[in-house]
């Protein structure tokens, strides 16, 4: 039985910063953060931090941030990253093992975002307005919330089980071992009553003669969003949204591209 995503340390824990930094619905998204927390009244918090692919390029700008996530073995790997940096980066960035639907950090946070679609882990809308709550609990006076999730793409989302042939999802190089790994991605889920689906991801790293040195396969699980659903979501939870771009460049909203909202508490 394949392990759920992120669950320990793995190929797919070690390479995601690097294969999710080289996806094209990512370009720009750190400068996009990073000019959300200089006009933020107070530091940065991303929560589903992963291993450190935002905080790290914000703690090198001179924010203070802090990156919380459920995954203990993602934490670790941020927290070797973050022990390679030089003094005044590490003095700026922490990195906190917690649930983003229930943490308390004793604390308010000029930003709280939730980067490349870790609020989709969220499987129910009762786990997303909890979320949804804390951030607003953490947000300083006059802060912003950010939050990227994808626009669905209704035909992937027909009920049942779609083509199980293995598709590949790209060849990247280990950043430690910099041999080869190969990503294929098979058995998509749909529900379309819960909308959440479960894909099976196959992790194999070969070495340079091409031997299969590691296999290893996790399950995704993630819910989508609708639009509207995600806009009276955030009302509910005393958010006003003060703009929804369809990317990092705040191209305006479109079909099947990214929802990247940014809204206020009230």
């Given at each position: 039985m394949p392990d759920m995503f992120y669950s320990h340390r793995s190929l797919n824990?070690?390479?995601?910063?690097?294969?999710?930094?080289?996806?094209?619905?990512?370009e720009g998204d750190v400068e996009f953060y990073l000019q959300l927390a200089r006009a933020a009244p107070g530091p940065a918090l991303e929560l589903g931090c992963g291993t450190g692919r935002v905080v790290l390029p914000l703690a090198r700008s001179g924010i203070h941030a802090t990156g919380l996530d459920l995954s203990q073995s993602m934490l670790d790997v941020a927290t070797e990253r973050l022990a390679k940096e030089d003094a005044e980066v590490i003095g700026r960035a922490r990195f906190v093992h917690g649930d983003m639907t229930d943490f308390d950090l004793g604390g308010q946070f000029g930003l709280v975002y939730i980067a490349f679609r870790s609020f989709m882990m969220l499987s129910?809308?009762?786990?997303?307005?909890?979320?949804?709550?804390?951030?607003?609990?953490h947000l300083a006076p006059g802060g912003t919330l950010a939050i990227d999730l994808f626009d669905p793409l209704l035909d992937r989302l027909v009920p049942g089980l779609m083509p199980d042939s293995w598709a590949p999802m790209g060849n990247y190089p280990h950043p430690d071992t910099f041999n080869l790994v190969r990503i294929e991605v098979a058995d998509r889920m749909n529900d379309p009553l819960t909308q959440v689906f479960e894909e099976t991801w196959r992790f194999t790293e070969v070495d340079r003669a091409g031997y299969v040195l590691r296999q290893e396969e996790e399950v995704l699980r993630m819910r989508w969003t609708y639009r509207y659903e995600m806009r009276y979501l955030l009302e509910l939870c005393g958010f006003e949204v003060l703009?929804?771009?369809?990317?990092?460049f705040r191209a305006p909203p479109a079909y099947g591209k990214e929802q990247v909202w940014v809204a206020k508490a009230i």
């Open positions: 824990v070690e390479l995601y910063a690097d294969r999710t930094a080289a996806l094209p619905v990512v129910t809308p009762e786990e997303q307005r909890r979320c949804l709550e804390a951030a607003h609990r703009a929804e771009y369809s990317d990092y």
